[in-house]
């Protein structure tokens, strides 16, 4: 089951042709925050016949939009600590489910003009929350993703990985 922020959403269901023999449900929400994924709506997905009933894996993927919300301004610890409650939100919707979280691939350059989230180095710090987060927790898998798509904490990810600044395109995913 994957949840959480657009980085989810935008998978569809790719995933099950990397994971052979899985079925894959997505009820990630593009635009959500680490915040939301603790409760109300969103979480009913989790566990529901739609969804597939309780998943033995779930794909967390938050901490992205708290980020821009705070324009990148947010200290990692503050992050992590959205990025926990929702971690622990899910553990108590599946606790038997595996959590994985992939974090997110250096993007190619700021979303925007005019964005403050314009360097390698602002966005490393959502980056370091999601480790802290996922860190803090041994029931979490996390596959760091930053150099994935080819950037670092120094540098901005090749662009043939992504559909817009932020977000993979198919290929993306595939790495």
Known sequence: LIVGDSMGEFSGTALASFC????????????TTAVQWTSGDLMDHIGSDTCGGTPDYVWLSVGGND????????????????????INAVKAKAPSAKILMTGYCMPISPESEDSTCNSPAKFSVLLDAVKLAANADSDVILVDSTAACGGSTTAWSKAGYFQDAIHLNNRGYCK
């Open 67 to 86: 980020n821009f919300e705070a324009q990148c301004g947010a200290s990692a610890e503050d992050l992590a600590a959205k990025i926990t409650a929702s």
């Open 20 to 31: 052979k023999g899985s079925t894959v449900k997505n009820a990630a929400v593009g635009g």
